[in-house]
């Protein structure tokens, strides 16, 4: 501990790490932790749990928020203006958004196993910048065959963004807290898709300026919103409780971390060995996940880029740009809605059972299909 952490321990201002008031196995719930779970927990922790979702929350949220910022601005970008430009034709939109997805789920694997390898405060924050100049340079694309170069290498680097960050946020939080904030930060991504399409109709009126059509300006306004948001990751990013070096953090509060993580019965970073290898590709979870997962993206992220092609096509009557941008943002509201609902209750009334959401949810989308 710091000389700061011994005094005040010593004057009795601040309870050491072991004091099982501070931070205990079971927490009674109360009416108020239906509404926020840190209200019903002693002073020190709430303290705790203020910085840690101020820095890692904050950041994890608005980190995914330019992930689908710079991810879902090519379907805007291709209803303004880039279809006519670089003379696309017949299925070049879903090649893009295809070679995107290899890139996606190239990266995604490689990237968690260089995590047990390089601080998450490194490599995030590094693979986002590499996303955001990469989205930049989408502006001077001349032909589609650089289109997908650029598309490729922006889902390579993507990839290590949501797991990534899952893997952190899973490392801090505990049973009764974890779903709300993990919905928290999922529910960012589809806010910024609504962005994307308002920001499109708002960067459009920019169309010309500096040589640069209004497609263009999307790509060159993403950059500039990401890199600040990508920059402050190196400091925000609290690494893990074991290792964690987070200046917003006191010596105790890093304490109670790792005593909160042995409550909740997980274990410290193993090497990976053939058994552990052999348990994780023999475990049913990942399989069913991974296809509820798969009905999940296909029953609800293709929506709204179909209902913008779809308004750009008609006829009767005929869209301008602002329209066909703004009007498939709904769909985004509702799932905005619905994610937190489904957190909160998983975290509440259902006592921290994650199946009974996901179960529904994926059924609902099987028979939306």
């Given amino acids: 501990m710091s000389k700061k952490d011994v005094t005040e321990t010593l004057t009795g201002t601040v309870r050491p790490p072991d004091d099982d008031s501070i931070i205990k196995e079971h927490v009674q ?39 689908y910022l710079d991810q879902a601005n090519i379907n805007n970008a291709f209803v303004s203006g880039m279809k006519e430009d670089l003379d696309l034709y017949r299925d070049q939109l879903n090649y893009m958004t295809a070679i995107w997805t290899v890139g996606y789920v190239v990266g995604q694997i490689p990237s968690n196993v260089i995590l047990t390898r390089v601080r998450p405060s490194i490599w995030i924050p590094s693979m986002e910048v590499t ?50 904030r993990s919905c928290i930060f999922h529910a960012s991504g589809a806010i910024a898709t609504m962005c994307s399409g308002f920001l499109m109709a708002a960067v459009y009126n920019l169309n010309g300026r500096g040589g640069l059509a209004g497609w263009k300006w999307l790509f060159v306004m993403d950059g500039v919103v990401s890199m600040p948001i990508a920059l402050a990751g190196f400091y925000f990013i609290p690494d893990l409780p074991e290792n964690t ?39 049913w979870h990942i399989y069913a996940l991974s296809l509820l997962y798969v009905l999940f993206n296909n029953g609800n992220s293709s929506a709204a880029p179909v209902f913008a092609q779809y308004l750009k096509a008609s006829k009767r009557p005929i869209y301008t740009i602002p329209q066909i941008n703004v009007y498939p943002t709904g769909t985004y509201a509702v799932q905005v809605v619905t994610t937190l609902t489904y957190a909160w209750l998983s975290d509440s009334v259902l006592k921290g059972r994650r199946w009974p959401p996901i179960v529904f949810g994926g059924v609902r989308t099987f028979f939306q299909q």
């Fill in 29 to 67: 719930q109360n009416w108020r932790s239906y509404i926020w779970d840190t209200l019903d927990k002693s002073p020190e922790e709430r303290q705790f749990l203020f910085k840690l979702d101020a820095a890692l929350l904050t950041f994890a949220s608005l980190g995914y928020f330019i992930k």
């Fill in 131 to 180: 996303w955001t100049v990469l989205t930049m340079l989408l502006s001077q694309c001349k032909n589609v065959n650089q289109v997908y170069a650029l598309r490729f290498f922006v889902g390579l680097a993507e990839s290590t963004f949501y797991p990534g960050m899952q893997y952190v946020i899973g490392s801090w939080y505990r049973k009764d807290e974890l779903a709300k």
């Fill in 245 to 283: 070096r987070a200046h917003y953090l006191s010596e105790i509060e890093r304490a109670y971390a790792r005593k909160r993580m042995v409550l909740e019965g997980r274990k410290p970073k193993k090497p990976y060995t053939k058994a552990l290898i052999k348990k994780i590709l023999t475990s």
